[in-house]
């Protein structure tokens, strides 16, 4: 069993274009991340729910929308991409907000805007 | 002054030897701290976590940390090439915001 599980894998699509990128964890985590892997490998936060709460939302486009419909699940929808939004997309999840025992990532989806 | 700061790298060990990796953070109030490592197109991995009240060793791995002087510090003994990959630190700021360095690149020569 996938404990993070992100979809799709991999992504292209052309500039203007919206679109979702999927998560689930099912760890019981109570708090879940978003983060963005540019080409130099600088992995930054982005967005964090706990418990279907909006908790951190750092300086992002707001073209970029999270929503948790439960603490399972946490979903990226992107509108209007453009070609500096091609990066690798990781979810994650903690045991709490304060990180816990650690951040267990999924596998990533590689976006690429064209 | 970058909150998390790695050295780049790449660090290159001989096979068998103690790769040293440190990890600076400027939160003072910071109590938790993890190391992951990144094989090249996969996702990063949990290897270790220590809190400030202390080191830790799992195996291979042991985690420090010195508080005094703000950084972290992990060392690998006896190096496989299998370790060759991408260490990040993070360490949590205002107590619940993931921060990561950005890395660096280990390279184990047999």
């Known amino acids: 069993d996938t404990a993070v599980s992100q979809t799709p894998k991999y992504l292209v699509t052309q500039m203007g274009n919206d679109k979702s990128i999927k998560c689930e964890q099912n760890l019981g985590h109570d708090t879940m991340y978003w983060y963005k892997q540019d080409s130099k490998k600088f992995l930054k936060i982005m967005f964090s729910?706990?418990?279907?709460?909006?908790?951190i939302n750092e300086t992002v486009p707001n073209r970029f929308s999270p929503k948790s419909p439960d603490k399972a699940h946490l979903n990226l929808h992107i509108n209007s991409l453009e070609l500096g939004d091609s990066a690798v997309y990781f979810c994650a999840s903690s045991p709490k907000r304060t990180g816990g025992n650690g951040y267990t990532f999924g596998s990533g989806t590689r976006l690429t805007v064209v | 002054q970058k909150e998390v700061e790695q050295n780049s790298g790449p660090l290159s060990v001989p096979e068998g030897a103690i790769a040293s990796l440190n990890c600076t953070y400027s939160d003072r109030g910071s109590q938790s701290f993890f190391w992951y490592r990144q094989y090249s197109g996969k996702s990063p991995e949990l290897i270790m976590f220590?809190?400030?009240?202390g080191d830790k060793e799992d195996g291979r791995f042991t985690a420090q940390l010195n508080k005094a002087s703000q950084y972290v510090s992990l060392l690998i003994r006896d190096s496989q090439p299998s370790d060759s990959a991408t260490y990040l630190c993070a360490v949590p700021r205002g107590s619940y915001i993931p921060t990561f360095g950005r890395g660096t690149s280990l390279i184990v020569h047999p």
């Open positions: 220590i809190y400030s009240n």
């Open positions: 729910y706990n418990n279907k709460e909006l908790i």
